[in-house]
Each structure stands twice: as structure tokens, then as C-alpha cells.
């Protein structure tokens, strides 16, 4: 789908522990695994389809998994198809800005002038080659377009005061038939009423999945989080010699969680761009009345 993958990259954020989920995944599974090791449809759990989708368009080879130490165990069998060190274990779960630093230190040693996409691994999408075609087009966007990082941003049929939003700015281009705009600000779990009214003006909901050249993305976490973005570099510095797991273990120890939309994102939209996805069943499984929603509205697509 990409006209040149020379330097893509993906990054798949599979380290996160499910809090919301975890009484459901109880129930549904008489299990303690996070949501994104669940078999919920089909054969594969939200991570096999995560990285079935990623490989759409980022060479296999080039697809970065993020996990945590405690979480290896469920892991192990879901990664078989991914190369041994672009398995990148966390000591403990730090939240989203951890889980793109880490993975992002080790592509740049590697590859200095890699793009890469990120993709959260507990989504659900129905039309995933469509959605993939619009990941594509960003990554297109981007290749021209070097200083931007761009999300993309769905339009929602209901009001979700527990997702993030994005009000969009001017339309800055058009790749392959979708609109690409400035990110005039994010609105980050607002409450219901505010929901309702961003959902009828047409506001994007954010899925998190970025597109970006890993230095533009490297250069936003040392402005917005300059203490954070040193503590990698410290661990980076050590991160490949013989004592690198003793140095992130201590690193870790000491390292605040900071979520990656909130500290990042929000803080300051210069620089983002957002592409409307259109046509895409798209949802964020925070809840388990939503999954059974979901899977139901799954069912009577597949009966047509």
C-alpha cells in the first residue's frame, strides 16, 4: 500500500494491564490476561490481529512489539512471528510515552531516518483493509511532510465521553482521496454533554494510531517531556551493554507514568495533523457492555 517502505517502522503497544476490562475479562475467561491477549473473535487475540493489520503495510521484519516483563507468559505464544529483538520488554507498565521511547531508541540505533506508525493493540476494527488504506495515505503524507505527525481521527456514531478527541483546524492536504487537517486541540475524556455536542459537530475521535518520522517524534517527547526524554537517554546510553537489563530495571524503578495523549498530544497540538477516516467501523474496547455490543454488531455483518 506504501509507495516506498525502505525506512517504516511500526511500533505495536501491547504493555498496558487492562484495568477497566479486568472484571469482565474474569467473567467472559476465568482469566487474569490484559484485553490485548483475549481471543474475543476468530482465532486471534486483539494483539494477532494488531499485527496481522500492521503487517498490511510495515514490513514484518520492521514491526516493534512493546510488552511487560509480568506479562510474558501470555505474550510469548501471541509473538512467535516477531523477530527476537524487535520484542521489546518493559520491566513494568509506565504507560504510552515508555512504551514509544523504549521501542523508538532501539529503531533510531538502527535506522536514522525511520517513519514510524504506532498502533495500540486493544482496538477493534471491522473494515481493517480500509482503515489500513488510510494509514497508507498518512504515511504517504508524511513522506513528504517530514515535520508533522499525524494521527488518525474517526468519526463517531455515538457520544463517548471516555475517548479522546480531536477538533480538527484548516484542511492542509488531501492523499489519495482523504482530508488531512491541522489539529486545532484535543479534548481528553470529556464529560457526556460536551460528548454529545463534539459528536454532532463531526469532532474525530482520536485512535491513537500516529504516523511520524521517528526523529519528529523523538524531538516532541525532549520539548514536552525533557526529564522523561533524559531518563531514556540515560538508559539508552547503557541500553547495549552486558549490564542493560539491571539499568532499565533501576531506571524503570524511578520512572513516573505519563500517559502519551495527555502529556503529549494535548499539551501542544503544533506540528499534528489529523486524517478523517471514513467508512471504518472503528472502536476503542474500554468496557464490556461495548465489546458485547461490538461483537453483536459483528455477527449480523457476517450474516450478510
Not at 487474569?32 to 474475543?40: N, S, Y
Not at 491513537?208 to 514536552?224: D, E, Q, T
Request: some cysteine; hydrophobic content about 40%; charged content about 25%.
Amino acid at each position: 500500500m506504501s509507495r516506498s517502505n525502505d525506512h517504516l517502522w511500526g511500533i505495536i503497544l501491547a504493555a498496558g494491564d487492562g484495568v477497566r476490562l479486568q472484571q469482565y475479562i474474569r467473567s467472559r475467561f476465568n482469566s487474569e490476561k490484559p484485553k490485548q491477549f483475549c481471543v474475543f473473535t476468530g482465532s486471534r487475540s486483539m494483539l494477532g490481529h494488531t499485527i496481522a493489520r500492521a503487517g498490511m503495510v510495515v514490513p514484518h521484519e520492521r514491526l516493534m512489539v512493546t510488552v511487560n516483563r509480568a506479562h510474558e507468559a501470555f505474550s510469548r505464544d501471541e509473538l512467535g512471528s516477531i523477530e527476537e529483538e524487535n520484542i521489546i520488554v518493559q520491566p513494568s507498565n509506565k504507560e504510552t510515552t515508555a512504551s514509544i521511547l523504549l521501542p523508538l531508541m532501539h529503531i533510531l540505533r538502527r535506522d536514522r531516518e525511520a517513519r514510524v506508525i504506532i498502533f495500540p493493540s486493544d482496538h477493534f476494527i471491522i473494515h481493517e483493509e480500509v482503515f489500513m488504506e488510510h494509514v497508507s495515505a498518512g504515511e504517504e503524507f508524511i513522506e513528504r511532510h517530514d515535520k508533522f505527525l499525524l494521527l488518525l481521527g474517526t468519526e463517531s456514531e455515538d457520544f463517548l465521553p471516555d475517548y479522546g478527541w480531536i477538533e480538527t483546524g484548516i484542511r492542509i492536504a488531501e492523499v489519495r482521496g482523504c482530508e488531512i487537517f491541522r489539529v486545532k486541540r484535543f479534548l481528553e475524556k470529556p464529560e457526556a454533554k460536551k460528548a454529545h455536542t463534539l459528536q454532532k459537530d463531526r469532532t474525530l475521535c482520536n485512535t491513537l494510531v500516529l504516523v511520524g518520522y521517528a526523529s519528529a517524534l523523538m524531538r516532541k517527547f525532549r520539548l514536552i517531556t525533557p526529564s522523561v526524554f533524559q531518563a531514556f537517554r540515560q538508559i539508552e546510553a547503557l541500553l547495549f551493554s552486558p549490564g542493560a537489563e539491571e539499568t532499565l530495571n533501576e531506571a524503570y524503578s524511578r520512572l513516573p507514568a505519563v500517559d502519551f495523549s495527555k502529556a503529549i498530544l494535548a499539551h501542544d497540538p503544533r506540528g499534528l495533523a489529523v486524517l478523517r477516516v471514513r467508512n471504518v467501523y472503528w472502536n476503542d474496547w474500554g468496557n464490556g457492555a461495548r465489546i458485547q455490543a461490538d461483537l453483536a454488531r459483528l455477527k449480523s455483518e457476517s450474516e450478510f
